[in-house]
């Protein structure tokens, strides 16, 4: 017999290999892992913080509606309101009576905080005069209603009405007394009002000389500030 007769098909046998083995990634390197634990981390340190912070507060009174200078600090118009703030000696503590007759020595707007500096003792402030000037329309705020502060300015004029200086400020924080509709009773034109300012006394002959120098212009102050 021949030897192609002899022999059948022929078989390959492959050996299997071993399956393979991935080398394990070092994950501590991986910069997406990293900035992951940081960002948990500073989560985790900021509600730290924000439940601290929460618990550094004081109970202090807040004024309820405006109160202007010179004004009564009356307790019943006090509201307590929990807060954090830098210093809680500079806030009036609602430990701490208020002291009876008190007054502002400020302007206080709705829902501001009380401080220590902004009373004073009854009898301190300076006596108060109503002096009305006449004020051109267009030289005072609109809306202009009792109570209002503002600062009276002055442009000294010649007798031809021309400016002889820049306006200056004659009296600051001046209060709205009554603000009246005359009609023209200031110099025969419905342009011009007369405003009543309530001024300390010792400033009565100053805010009277500017009138008699000039023209004045008054300037809204807002409620609550310096």
């Not at 394990?24 to 940081?38: E, F, N, Q, S």
């Not at 306006?167 to 603000?179: F, N, Q, S, W």
Request: proline letters at 8%; zero cysteines; glycine letters at 8%.
């Amino acid at each position: 017999m021949s030897v192609a007769q002899q022999s059948g098909p022929m078989t390959t046998r492959v050996r299997e290999s071993p399956p393979g083995v991935r080398a394990a990634t070092r994950r501590w390197r991986d910069p997406r892992l990293v900035i992951g634990t940081v960002l948990v981390a500073a989560s985790v340190l900021g509600m730290t913080w924000v439940m601290t912070a929460s618990d550094d507060t004081v109970e202090v009174w807040a004024v309820t509606d405006d109160v202007l200078t010179g004004s009564p600090v009356d307790p019943s118009s006090l509201t307590r309101v929990q807060v954090a703030v830098p210093d809680p000696a500079l806030y009036a503590s609602t430990d701490s009576p208020i002291p009876p007759g008190a007054v502002a020595a400020r302007d206080f707007g709705a829902g501001e905080l009380l401080t220590v500096l902004g009373m004073k003792a009854p009898g301190s402030t300076e006596a108060l005069r109503v002096v009305t000037l006449p004020v051109l329309r267009h030289q005072m705020p609109a809306d202009l209603s009792v109570g209002d502060r503002v600062d009276v300015y002055l442009v000294e004029r010649a007798a031809s009405g021309e400016p002889q200086a820049r306006p200056r400020l004659v009296l600051p924080r001046a209060t709205v007394a009554d603000v009246g509709d005359d009609g023209g009773a200031f110099g025969g034109t419905s342009l011009e009002t007369g405003v009543a300012l309530s001024v300390p006394e010792s400033e009565v002959a100053t805010v009277v000389d500017a009138q008699a120098r000039g023209t004045v212009t008054l300037v809204d102050v807002p409620v609550g500030s310096s």
